[in-house]
């Protein structure tokens, strides 16, 4: 209802109904920022190319009932692709504080008979907001240019 108003509203603004064309009728975006659980697992497939993965933590913190405060974890699996992984292979560490910007996808197989269901981030840009504390300044320095040590 509210995409059809929308669209009548853009077609009848001459100025606006060259854009119409590009109003998406539905969007699969994510945007988190939490914790990297482990260090990045990296597969490289024969055709060279790369998938990386991690999990990233999330929190949020609320007060129960009683007014207690309580803290909710959410982890979630995500993977990058190509070039973005050889960049999460070389910069991101665990407990490192990430942005991701990205896409949910859901797959399912089917493993011993029995269908199996997960639920990804699909990550297209990530920024490292903090680096994990288990790094030196030095070693910070070199990972925020990308060089190697």
């Known amino acids: 209802m509210f ?3 929308l669209l009548r509203s853009l ?23 939490g914790n990297v659980g482990q260090d990045p697992k990296i597969i490289q497939f024969d055709n060279g190319k790369k998938l990386a ?8 913190r609320y007060k129960d ?3 207690n405060l309580v803290e909710q974890t959410e982890w ?21 504080l990430v942005t991701i910007d990205g ?3 859901y797959d399912s197989f089917n493993k011993d ?12 840009n990530f920024d490292i907001k903090a680096f994990p504390k288990r790094l030196n300044p030095e070693e910070q320095a070199e990972g925020q240019s990308g060089e190697d040590a």
Request: hydrophobic share 40%.
């Open 3 to 5: 995409r059809t108003a």
């Open 11 to 33: 077609v009848a603004n001459p100025a606006l109904k060259s854009q119409a064309r590009y109003l998406s009728p539905s969007m699969n975006k994510v945007i988190l920022m």
């Open 53 to 60: 993965t991690f999990s990233l933590a999330t929190s949020r």
């Open 65 to 67: 009932g009683e007014g």
């Open 76 to 96: 979630h699996k995500v993977r990058f692709n190509n070039e973005k992984a050889e960049l999460v292979e070389r910069l991101i560490k665990k407990g490192a």
């Open 103 to 105: 896409t949910i996808r």
């Open 113 to 124: 008979g029995v269908e199996i269901h997960t639920t990804n981030i699909v990550g297209t």
